[in-house]
Nanobody, 119 residues
Framework: QVQLVESGGGLVQPGGSLKLSCAASGSSFSFNAMGWYRQDPGKQRELVARISSGGRTNYADFVKGRFTISRDNAKNTVYLQMNSLKPKDTAVYCC?????????????WGQGTQVTVSS
């Protein structure tokens, strides 16, 4: 069973930075795509960024130029460097990872880490 554990959330002032980490464990398979979603109470979950096993990245328009996703395949860990944070970035950030077992694609999710941007 795959488990994902996030860390790095917290309270930061507008314009500040945070770096989130998500370590995946429990799988003997290589992970395919990994990424981050966020959700604010009362709003829909939205994709923030994703990165393929080969390092190709995709970002939501609202974080382009401010956030950077990266991964360490040897450690099965995905990171999200968040700069120039804004109050509207406040949300619970959840990481995910998908992986193949034979030809079936599965996905696992972390519990989430709270990011609060406020003065």
């Amino acid at each position: 069973q795959v488990q994902l554990v996030e860390s790095g959330g917290g309270l930061v002032q507008p314009g500040g930075s945070l770096k989130l980490s998500c370590a995946a464990s429990g799988s003997s398979f290589s992970f395919n795509a990994m990424g981050w979603y966020r959700q604010d109470p009362g709003k829909q979950r939205e994709l923030v960024a994703r990165i393929s096993s080969g390092g190709r990245t995709n970002y939501a328009d609202f974080v382009k130029g401010r956030f950077t996703i990266s991964r360490d395949n040897a450690k099965n860990t995905v990171y999200l460097q968040m700069n120039s944070l804004k109050p509207k970035d406040t949300a619970v950030y959840c990481c995910y990872a998908d992986y193949f077992i034979a030809t079936t694609l599965f996905a696992s999710w972390g519990q989430g880490t709270q990011v609060t941007v406020s003065s």
